[in-house]
């Protein structure tokens, strides 16, 4: 699971308008695994209010809905 993780850690140059494509990608190739905040911290090197906020700007829902909602 670590090797997982580490190869979906965003690069230093990585901008913020790309994290709710890089969260979303994420939730599509880990839908089956059972995610939490903290896994979502780990990859995604920002904070989870942060993270929510930025996905939520772009798909009007938080990480956790979005998945709920398509990946049920």
Same mark, same amino acid.
């Given at each position: 699971?670590?090797? +997982?993780?580490? &190869? $979906? !850690?965003? =690069? =230093? ?9 890089? #969260?979303?990608?994420?939730? @599509? %190739?880990?839908? *089956?695994? !059972? #995610? &939490?905040?903290? &896994?979502?911290? %780990?990859? &995604? /090197?920002?904070?989870?209010? $942060?993270?929510? !906020?930025?996905?939520? @700007? @772009?798909? /009007?829902? *938080?990480?956790? !809905?979005?998945?709920? @909602?398509? $990946? +049920?």
């Amino acid at each position: 699971m670590l090797l +997982k993780e580490e &190869s $979906y !850690r965003p =690069n =230093n140059n990585a901008h913020e308008q790309n994290l709710p494509f890089f #969260l979303e990608n994420y939730i @599509q %190739q880990h839908y *089956t695994e !059972r #995610l &939490s905040n903290d &896994s979502l911290v %780990q990859v &995604s /090197g920002y904070s989870y209010s $942060y993270q929510n !906020r930025i996905f939520k @700007q @772009q798909y /009007g829902l *938080t990480p956790f !809905r979005f998945k709920k @909602q398509f $990946y +049920k």
